[in-house]
Nanobody, 121 residues
Framework: QVQLVESGGGLVQPGGSLRLSCAASGSIFRVNIMGWYRQAPGKQRELVASITGGGNTNYADSVKGRFTISRDNAKNTMSLQMNSLKPEDTAVYYC???????????????WGQGTQVTVSS
């Protein structure tokens, strides 16, 4: 069993900051790509940012320069620092991880339960 636990969501004013965290635990042999997705009401889930085990990052154009993704490979944790938040950043944010649970098995994809981020004055 693998669990992804997210934390750090909440209500913030436009221009403010939040930091999201995701911790993967359980039967984990190796973690590959970790990422954050978000889904706003009435919209499809979209990739916000991702990071490989080697530290290569990828960001949606809408968050470049404002959000920073990072990870701690030793602890299987990931964070998303969100600065200069805008009302259009309001969404449920999901942690997503590709990992191997048992040596020799294939990559499995796991999702966190989601954490609400609301940007409003």
């Amino acid at each position: 069993q693998v669990q992804l636990v997210e934390s750090g969501g909440g209500l913030v004013q436009p221009g403010g900051s939040l930091r999201l965290s995701c911790a993967a635990s359980g039967s984990i042999f190796r973690v590959n790509i970790m990422g954050w997705y978000r889904q706003a009401p009435g919209k499809q889930r979209e990739l916000v940012a991702s990071i490989t085990g080697g530290g290569n990052t990828n960001y949606a154009d809408s968050v470049k320069g404002r959000f920073t993704i990072s990870r701690d490979n030793a602890k299987n944790t990931m964070s998303l620092q969100m600065n200069s938040l805008k009302p259009e950043d309001t969404a449920v944010y999901y942690c997503n991880v590709f990992l191997v649970t048992v040596p020799g098995s294939g990559w499995m994809n796991y999702w966190g339960q989601g954490t609400q981020v609301t940007v409003s004055s």
